[in-house]
Every structure is written in structure tokens, then in C-alpha cells.
């Protein structure tokens, strides 16, 4: 059974940091690249990053290149570690399988976690 248990996120400042962790479970690391995506009120889910499950690529959305780092552990516990947050960054995160990383083939996913980037 894959289940996917989301930590992290909270209230940060512009400019601030935050680590998002996604503890994955039911399959090994080598079966299911892992993604994050968020949703904002209002507007449409945007995929953010993926991590290959085959070669260990990373693959980030143009809106967070530079800022936004993902990473995987042998315990296949999955990280986003967010720097130089933007108020635009505010959204609830969901971390998801993602097939081949493309962004938008999520089968599974996380209750998620509200991240809120404000003064």
C-alpha cells in the first residue's frame, strides 16, 4: 500500500527558508519517482520539483530553479528544501508519485502541507 506522509511547512518571512520531508512508504526508491506539486487558492496545481527514481535526476519548475532543492534519503524520505521563499510561494504542498517526472502524472499523494510565506 503506497502512502506518502507529509512534515514540515509553516510560516516563514520573505526571503526565509523552510524544509518540506515526504516519508514514503509501500514501495522501494527504485519503483516511483517522487514529485511536489502545490496548489493555491485559486489557481491551477503547479508541479514544482521530481526526483527520479531510476537515476536520481532532479527536475524543478522555472518559478523556483535556484531556490528550491530536492533530495532523497536510503530511508526513502524525500526532501524540498525551500530558500529565498516568496509571498508567491504560499500554497499547500503535496508530495506524489510521478511517472517519468512530468509533472502531472500524479497517482498518489500526501494530505499535504500549508506553506505560508508573509511579513
Known amino acids: 500500500q503506497v502512502k506518502l506522509v507529509e512534515s514540515g511547512g509553516g510560516l516563514v518571512q520573505p526571503g526565509g527558508s523552510l524544509r518540506l520531508s515526504c516519508a514514503a512508504s509501500g514501495f522501494t526508491s527504485d519503483y516511483y519517482s517522487i514529485g511536489w506539486f502545490r496548489q493555491a487558492p485559486g489557481k491551477e496545481r503547479e508541479g514544482v520539483s521530481c526526483?527520479?527514481?531510476?537515476?536520481?535526476?532532479t527536475y524543478y519548475a522555472d518559478s523556483v530553479k535556484g531556490r528550491f532543492t530536492i533530495s532523497r534519503d536510503a530511508k526513502n524520505t524525500v526532501y524540498l528544501q525551500m530558500n529565498s521563499l516568496k509571498s508567491e510561494d504560499t500554497a499547500v504542498y503535496y508530495c506524489?508519485?510521478?511517472?517519468?517526472?512530468?509533472?502531472?502524472?500524479?497517482?498518489?499523494w500526501g494530505q499535504g502541507k500549508q506553506v505560508t510565506v508573509s511579513s
Open positions: 526526483i527520479s527514481s531510476s537515476d536520481g535526476s
Open positions: 506524489a508519485t510521478d511517472r517519468g517526472c512530468r509533472f502531472n502524472e500524479y497517482d498518489y
